[in-house]
T-cell receptor, first 115, second 114 residues
Framework: KAGVTQTPRYLIKTRGQQVTLSCSPI?????VSWYQQTPGQGLQFLFE???????NKGNFPGRFSGRQFSNSRSEMNVSTLELGDSALYLC??????????????FGEGSRLTVL | KQEVTQIPAALSVPEGENLVLNCSFTDSAIYNLQWFRQDPGKGLTSLLLIQSSQREQTSGRLNASLDKSSGRSTLYIAASQPGDSATYLCAVSGGSSNTGKLIFGQGTTLQVKP
């Protein structure tokens, strides 16, 4: 069974640009969460999607947004990039049974560098 | 607000030692606790998941315990090997929520010397 797939793995952008990251969950998983990892702040929750609806949201500015498609694939977008957005962005999927989210499985991440 | 602390931040041991990593959390009303491993530049690998109603979980040389009332979990690694060198992260479900929102500790970086 294929794991969580994130694309692209690495990307470099300049300040003011926008970026879109993609995540394909494990087959059958309907919950997708996004996290940002930086050396200073560690791992921080961005948002979670389930059945194309945002179920939970972390404390990030509105420049960070996401969506989920009917096949459970998810994308996140960051607009007007700032230097501080440089980070490893991780996507996780889980099997949701009747509202219960079990074990989370993570992808390899997308490493974003903002110059 | 839930906060997760991991002690120690770094640990270096000789191969073959048994070791314990600690994780503490401030809000005992968690839904579950999960231990992960992260290799440099890589994503997270799930090691063990403990539901709030459970006291421990075991997988191979790993054993994780959970004491909700005291807000603590430990990850026990038996007979450590150089391949165990990585950062170990503990995460709890956000408060009593059963969603995919996890609160992470800062991790313990483990080095096992041959």
């Amino acid at each position: 069974k294929a794991g969580v797939t994130q694309t692209p793995r690495y990307l470099i952008k300049t300040r003011g640009q926008q970026v879109t990251l993609s995540c394909s969950p494990i087959s059958g998983h309907r919950s997708v969460s996004w996290y940002q990892q930086t050396p200073g702040q560690g791992l921080q929750f961005l948002f979670e999607y389930f059945s194309e609806t945002q179920r939970n949201k972390g404390n990030f500015p509105g420049r960070f947004s996401g969506r989920q498609f009917s096949n459970s694939r998810s994308e996140m977008n960051v607009s007007t990039l700032e230097l501080g957005d440089s980070a490893l962005y991780l996507c996780a999927s889980s099997l949701d049974r009747g509202g219960y989210t079990g074990e989370l499985f993570f992808g390899e991440g997308s490493r974003l560098t903002v110059l | 607000k839930q906060e997760v602390t991991q002690i120690p931040a770094a640990l270096s041991v000789p191969e073959g030692e048994n070791l314990v990593l600690n994780c503490s959390f401030t809000d005992s009303a968690i839904y579950n606790l999960q231990w992960f491993r992260q290799d440099p530049g890589k994503g997270l690998t799930s090691l063990l998941l403990i539901q709030s109603s459970q006291r421990e979980q075991t997988s191979g040389r790993l054993n994780a315990s959970l004491d909700k009332s005291s807000g603590r979990s430990t990850l026990y690694i038996a007979a450590s090997q150089p391949g165990d060198s990585a950062t170990y992260l503990c995460a709890v479900s956000g408060g009593s929520s059963n969603t995919g929102k996890l609160i992470f500790g800062q991790g313990t970086t483990l080095q096992v010397k041959p």
